[in-house]
């Protein structure tokens, strides 16, 4: 008889957004970085939540505004890791998204999807079950990868933008 296995991803969100808050020096209590990849030098985790076993959308195409869905997406389960950075206020969203771009093609992960302002999209989503997001395409970078690897894929979505507080 043949079974029907399910294979359970990792998934680790990167939100990146310019550090407003310059008293904030310290990362929220509880966090720490992903095993998989590291932080851009001088940021600072300001949200953390890390649980053993939730869902999650991976963006795999641009957002429909009218409907807030993507034109293509994957549905994961496993645990799921979102981690928020605020960057340092002189370094462009470019330049910490082309860091993470390449530190990610160093440590194996491919490219799933890739887009900037408007080719993303606009609109509200759900990627996990208990957190909403919006995207506005404004100075925004998204990304999604995957790592193969033999004790199960990992995938990542990682964001930069400009953001206000």
Same mark, same amino acid.
């Given at each position: ?13 990167? /939100? ?23 932080? /851009? ?43 928020? /950075? ?12 082309r860091n993470y771009e ?64």
């Amino acid at each position: 008889m043949i079974t029907n296995q399910k294979v359970f991803a990792v998934s680790l969100l990167v /939100y990146l957004s310019p550090m407003v808050l310059a008293a904030q020096k310290a990362d929220v209590p509880g966090s720490k970085d992903h095993s998989l990849i590291s932080r /851009y030098p001088g940021s600072v985790i300001t949200e953390y939540t890390a649980k053993e076993y939730d869902e999650f959308l991976l963006p795999l195409g641009k957002l429909d505004s009218g409907t807030g869905k993507f034109a293509k997406s994957q549905h994961l389960e496993g645990k799921v890791t979102r981690i928020y /950075y605020e960057f340092p206020p002189n370094r462009s969203v470019l330049e910490v998204f082309r860091n993470y771009e390449g530190a990610l093609k160093t440590a194996g992960f491919q490219t799933l999807f890739s887009c900037v302002n408007e080719e993303c999209g606009y609109g509200n989503f759900r990627l996990t079950s208990d957190k909403a997001e919006a995207w506005n395409a404004a100075n925004e970078r998204q990304l999604s990868a995957k790592l193969s690897r033999a004790k199960g894929d990992a995938y990542l979505r990682a964001n930069a933008k400009t953001t206000t507080h």
